[in-house]
């Protein structure tokens, strides 16, 4: 294999050391790419809807509103209505209209040239918006049946009497580290796996192409061609995982609301 690849240095797939590419110091502290990218996200996020909603129309005459409005009808009549209920969806509406435009940019910038880079591939990001979710969760079921009530009706009603003790620590356990845990690494699993997965397709194929004998030349433009796919692919997985983020959100905040949950 090596005299087929010729001489020189050899390949290094993508690891974890390509997320975390320190711009400002070190560390801990250190400004990383991910950073700055969600902070131009938040940027041009305000900016489109500030430009957007500047001069509304009955009827939509430019894409800007047009767009806008889809994303929100979308959120708030496909997500918060249908899943919180007619009731009291409408104060939820902002906060996930803004996690679902927030995600969105930040996974489509994985494959948005020169940013190239899914902010949502970091964790401590996804973990940040799933601790949003789960404080307006808590409060919203400690406010709505009391904190006692809230407790008490973790274990389902109708439970028998002796089961309790062993079941509600279980869901305990559900409620405050099994959801909010599944919340984050879901959305960071698929953004760090088909970001790295991409990476590899075009290092991959560059490698093999200036490097290797002409079949492996050719190996390495069908790679090319798989990395081109995967990215539509990608594209797909990263308008997917905006809306199950934000439909899991819309669950929970319902379930915190209803009698027996």
């Known amino acids: 294999m090596s005299a087929l690849l010729g001489e020189g240095d050899a390949f290094e797939p993508p690891g974890t050391g390509d997320f975390w590419q320190p711009l400002i110091g070190s560390g801990t502290w250190s400004v990383s790419r991910a950073s700055i990218v969600l902070a131009l996200s938040a940027v041009l996020i305000a900016w489109f809807l500030l430009v ?8 939509p005459s430019g894409q800007r509103q047009y767009l806008t409005e889809q994303a929100y009808g979308f959120v708030r009549n496909s997500i918060a ?6 009731r009291d969806f409408l104060k939820f509406v902002p906060m996930l209209f803004t996690m679902f435009v927030l995600i969105l940019a930040n996974n489509l ?9 899914p902010t949502m591939s970091r964790l401590g990001f996804p973990l940040a918006l799933t601790l949003i979710t789960f404080v307006v969760y808590h409060v919203v079921g400690m406010r709505h049946m009391g904190v006692a009530g809230y407790f008490k009706h973790v274990v389902p009603p109708g439970t028998p ?3 309790v003790p062993i079941l509600w620590p279980l869901e305990m356990l559900t409620y405050f580290f099994t959801r909010p845990v599944s919340l984050s690494l879901r ?3 698929n953004m760090f796996a088909g970001h790295i997965l991409l990476v590899l397709f075009v290092t991959g194929g560059d490698y093999l192409v200036h490097r290797g004998s002409l079949g492996l030349a050719g190996a390495g433009a069908f790679s090319w ?5 995967m990215t539509v692919f990608e594209i797909l997985v990263e308008f997917l995982q905006a809306y199950i983020f934000v439909l899991l ?5 319902a379930g915190s609301l209803a009698d027996e949950h």
Do not use: E, K, N, Q
């Open 187 to 189: 959305l960071f699993g």
């Open 161 to 163: 009497t002796w089961v």
């Open 52 to 59: 957007a909603t500047r001069r509304l129309a009955l009827v």
């Open 109 to 117: 910038f994985g494959v948005i040239p020169p940013v190239l880079f």
């Open 81 to 86: 209505r249908d899943v919180i209920g007619s």
């Open 225 to 229: 061609v798989m990395g081109a796919v």
């Open 249 to 253: 959100s819309a669950l929970y905040i």
